[in-house]
């Protein structure tokens, strides 16, 4: 299984990215995923979930309204959008698989999840 992540980027604040997760080895209309993101000195924190669905979605409080997940089955990826992007959002983004299919979990517990992706730095100047 291998999650591969992309997008990111160096942006002036106020600007927008497009961050995008391909997945192989798994069928991502079964599986609810994650983003999750890493500034430097921090621990790695919750951002966003999609349900298997890709009906339900949650959000940190630092991304809703701001941020938007999504998913694309015939692309077998899922997405984010970020928004109005702040300094405070410069992190390494990683997108994450959980180990149960078709089942409704925790989205912001890391131990739900047992694929991770490289991640993507984005940088965001003020």
């Known amino acids: 299984v291998q999650l591969q992540a992309s997008g990111g980027g160096l942006v002036q604040a106020g600007g927008s990215l497009r961050l995008s997760c391909v997945v192989s080895g798994r069928t991502v209309s079964a599986y609810g995923m994650g983003w999750f993101r890493q500034a430097p000195g921090k621990e790695r924190e919750f951002v966003a979930g999609?349900?298997?669905?890709?009906?339900?979605?949650s959000y940190s409080d630092s991304a809703e309204g701001r941020f938007t997940i999504s998913k694309d089955n015939d692309k077998n990826a899922i997405y984010l959008q970020t928004n109005t992007l702040r300094p405070e959002d410069t992190a390494v983004y990683y997108c994450a698989l959980p180990r149960r299919k078709y089942s409704d979990y925790d989205y912001r517990r890391q131990s739900e999840y047992d694929y991770w992706g490289q991640g993507t730095l984005v940088t965001v100047s003020s």
């Open positions: 999609i349900s298997w669905t890709g009906r339900g979605t």
